[in-house]
């Protein structure tokens, strides 16, 4: 089983830069595909971005294409997400997410993390 504990989310104004963390524990986290998912207010929760095991290949949802990079380091058992020139569409609470297999589909993913709250002013 992974535990996973997001971190580094605020409040920015557009345009603005933020950086996510996400930190893995217990079982094989480089085994796993991780993905970011957002919330917003009164909306589903969508696809941001993923990554397979090692690491190649990031796949991005076309609403953050060019703008968010995702990255992950399995020495540190840690994924990133590196948001720029942030929108007010990008508010919610962001979650990361592990798969056995590489996938936007949200309920293909097995452990997820608390959340944390990124806010964009306009």
């Known amino acids: 089983q992974v535990q996973l504990v997001e971190s580094g989310g605020g409040s920015v104004q557009a345009g603005g830069s933020l950086r996510l963390s996400c930190a893995g524990s217990?079982?094989?986290?480089?085994?796993?595909?991780m993905g970011w998912f957002r919330q917003a207010p009164g909306k589903e929760r969508e696809f941001v971005a993923g990554?397979?095991?090692?690491?190649?290949?990031?796949y991005y949802a076309d609403s953050v294409k060019g703008r968010f990079t995702i990255s992950r380091d399995n020495a540190k058992k840690m994924v990133g997400l590196q948001m720029k020139s942030l929108k007010s569409e990008d508010t919610g609470v962001y979650y990361c997410?592990?798969?056995?297999?590489?996938?936007?589909?949200?309920?293909?993913?097995?452990?997820w993390g608390q959340g944390t709250q990124v806010t964009v002013s306009s």
């Open positions: 997410a592990a798969s056995t297999i590489a996938t936007m589909i949200f309920d293909k993913y097995d452990y």
């Open positions: 217990g079982g094989t986290f480089s085994s796993y595909a």
């Open positions: 990554i397979s095991w090692s690491g190649g290949s990031p």
